[in-house]
């Protein structure tokens, strides 16, 4: 309740982030178990999957973490602009900590994702788990690019909490501190209410034989 008073900013800014990107071809087979009527509960299934993905990043940074650029990513590739001195003005530009040969290694894992999260789209809203793909991948073809994002950074009771959002859509990933006292004071006034509705319509039962 009071974080808006309580937290201090560290930082807010713009930052191009190196990646790789990558296109190609893949053909893959997956295994999974999924949600059906048996006794478990669960049925294993598998299938194979085609498609040219273009834009599987990999990202050549060391301080921003793989799944924040996941949460925040759906980044727009088309008509890229010239990343001139003159633009990149005052915004921190990071250096690629990975050469085109280190990234091919992170590549393979990269297109595998991308499989998966497509599988799991064919899935509809059937339960899946143990998701196992199996890809190969030709007419691999990368290029660098930089990414656009904000970093806001702030600390909290000592704590550092950042923020990481998209530079282009503005989508945002990020932890907040968690209250336990409050989890705990809404779940003692959930069970009070309940406790309270529970009294309310036994006295209406009374009431009811009584008057009847």
Not at 17 to 34: F, I, R
Not at 56 to 61: G, M, N, T
Not at 183 to 192: E, K, Q, S, Y
Request: hydrophobic share 40%.
């Amino acid at each position: 309740g009071n974080l808006k008073e309580a937290a201090a900013v560290d930082k807010m800014k713009a930052l191009f982030l190196p990646c790789w990107t990558y296109s190609g071809n893949t053909e893959s087979h997956w295994a999974a178990d999924v949600g059906s009527s048996t006794r478990s509960g669960w049925a294993p299934t598998s299938g194979s999957h085609s498609e040219r993905f273009e834009g599987v990043l990999v990202p050549a940074s060391q301080g921003i973490k793989r799944s924040e650029l996941g949460e925040v990513g759906d980044f727009r590739f088309e008509g890229l602009i010239d990343t001139s001195r003159e633009y990149l003005q005052g915004a921190a530009v990071e250096s690629f900590g990975m050469t085109r040969k280190q990234s091919r290694d992170h590549a393979q894992p990269a297109f595998e994702r991308a499989v998966a999260g497509r599988v799991s789209q064919t899935m509809g809203n059937r339960k899946l788990r143990n998701l196992h793909v199996n890809t190969l991948v030709s007419d691999m073809y990368s290029e660098p690019v930089l990414l656009p994002l904000w970093i806001f950074a702030y600390r909290y009771k000592n704590e550092p909490y950042r923020f990481v959002m998209n530079g282009q859509t503005g989508k945002s990933t990020g932890k907040a501190p968690f209250s336990y006292a409050k989890l705990i004071a809404i779940i003692a006034a959930v069970l009070a209410a309940f406790g309270g509705l529970a009294a309310l319509v036994m006295c209406l039962g009374v009431l009811g034989s009584a008057m009847s």
